[in-house]
């Protein structure tokens, strides 16, 4: 393998080098340009010299293999790689700003301006795990913003790619990662479960509100295998003042059980949107950690200690959606309601992971002013909330995985499908309306909805409108 030579002025396959922006322990970074590339870049070139850690070299191939199948706002765009024969390097986006590792002196930061820093992240991680990656080093100098205000999550070095073969697990056995930011299954050499992520995030998120890390600085592995059976203090024995519904989120993200976290990230995502609608549990309300009893019984029960990994990455996204019905509680013909509860209850069965978004549409008037009031005077968003919750009563599903959202709009499509977007809705059940003459010559809600949705759409028809209109056409 040659020594890299590298320096200003040089070139490398077409990219001239600039300036040497970072000088890291792994690697280092320079500005490139490129003729034929009209935006500011960043080339990262690995140390390979003798006595560097062969880790680095691997987690280097492994950057390299990754970071050019993914795409989309939440990673940087990759212009190319050089193989290690000549010259290793990935070159990416240069994304202006810096990392969030620059706000630690901020910290603890306002519960509001951390919520919607971390709900960005995990929207970001949604994205990743869509794409078959596991990111495993989430911490705060992996994290930037783009100006337009997504989330970009960088240093692809430690990522385990469902279709691609894991270089680090193949070649060694300790776990590699940022300590503090590891999930207790790491240890037991458990790669391949995208909630190890959501762990990490618990972790950036309990450190960014109270300004404290949940299991401390502790590197050695030692004090890395103790939160495989010791919990953190509750955010709330740190903070008075620590929001009910924020701990909830925070601890769900921190357990030590992979499956007693957040199935998705885009479900983490979802009640960091919607903090009004978390489900409390006995987490919101904890001031003290577990007693030493039960850490005890965690660290000798064989059952604890071997973590159970998921089967695969898009398997595990796929048996856990976001799933919106859409009602129309006001006007709906009790057929069709009933029809879209057989139809959701139908698809839930074979989803036990799967969240339930019940939406309806209060729609306003283009000209006129809206009234919140009825003819009764009952408040119109309280008394839909309330229909919404009832109608999904005999779906028996536990509030954690049920929510309902009345959405005021002029346009009651362009608000579902809005919703369905902004929330990384994965299936819309929508009813169909009988046909009328306004109907035909605007077009109706639902057929809006299934030709424009970027999610899976299905739209249901009472079979008794289904039958009428199969005889008015046969007539």
Not at 47 to 63: L, T
Not at 239 to 252: C, G, K, M, S, T
């Amino acid at each position: 393998m040659p020594k890299p030579l590298v320096k200003a002025g040089a070139e490398i396959d077409g990219y001239t080098i600039g300036e040497c922006v970072h000088a890291g322990g792994m690697a280092t970074l320079w500005t490139v340009t490129h003729p034929g590339i009209d935006v500011p870049l960043l080339m990262k070139i690995p140390r390979v010299s003798e006595g560097e850690d062969p880790a680095a070299i691997v987690s280097f191939e492994m950057e390299m293999m990754i970071l050019p199948r993914l795409a989309g706002p939440h990673v940087p765009t990759c212009f190319g790689t050089g193989d290690f024969a000549k010259q290793a390097y990935v070159v990416i986006e240069l994304i202006p700003g810096t990392t969030l590792y620059k706000r630690l002196p901020d910290l603890p930061l306002p519960y509001e301006e951390a919520r919607t820093l971390v709900a960005k992240i995990a929207t970001a991680l949604a994205d990743l795990h869509r794409q078959n990656v596991i990111h495993h080093d989430i911490k705060p100098s992996s994290i930037m913003f783009r100006e337009s205000g997504e989330a970009v999550l960088i240093d692809y070095g430690l990522s385990h790619h469902n279709h691609l073969p894991d270089l680090l697990q193949e070649e060694f056995r300790l776990p590699y990662g940022t300590a503090p930011y590891m999930a207790p299954e790491r240890l037991h050499g458990v790669r391949d479960d995208p909630r190890s992520d959501l762990f990490s995030l618990g972790v950036l998120l309990y450190f960014f509100t109270t300004g404290e890390r949940p299991f401390g600085e502790g590197e050695t592995l030692g004090a890395m295998r103790r939160r495989l059976w010791r919990d953190p203090y509750p955010p709330r024995a740190l903070r008075a003042d620590y929001p009910p519904w924020l701990q909830e989120i925070v601890l769900r993200c921190l357990e030590i059980e992979p499956v007693w976290r957040y199935p998705t990230a885009s479900q983490l995502a979802f009640d960091l949107s919607y903090p009004d609608q978390v489900k409390l549990t006995a987490r919101s309300e904890r001031l003290k950690r577990d007693p030493l009893s039960t850490a005890w019984r965690r660290r000798f029960n064989p059952s604890v200690k071997q973590a159970r990994p998921a089967s695969d990455v898009a398997a595990q996204i796929a048996s856990s959606p976001i799933v919106a019905v859409a009602l129309d509680t006001a006007e709906g013909a009790p057929e069709l309601n009933e029809a879209l509860r057989v139809t959701t209850e139908r698809i839930l069965t074979t989803l036990p992971s799967a969240r339930l978004a019940c939406l309806n549409v209060l729609k306003l008037n283009r000209i006129a002013i809206d009234r919140t009031l009825d003819e009764e005077g009952s408040n119109k968003h309280v008394d839909r909330l309330v229909a919404l919750r009832h109608w999904a009563t005999p779906l028996k599903l536990g509030d954690n995985r049920l929510s309902a959202h009345v959405l005021e709009a002029v346009d009651p499509a362009a608000a579902i499908l809005e919703f369905c977007e902004v929330n990384h809705v994965d299936h819309v059940i929508i009813g169909a309306r009988q046909n009328s003459f306004r109907r035909t010559l605007l077009g109706s809600v639902s057929s809006k909805v299934a030709s424009e949705a970027s999610c899976t759409v299905t739209v249901v028809r009472p079979q008794r409108l289904a039958a009428e209109s199969g005889e008015a056409a046969e007539g």
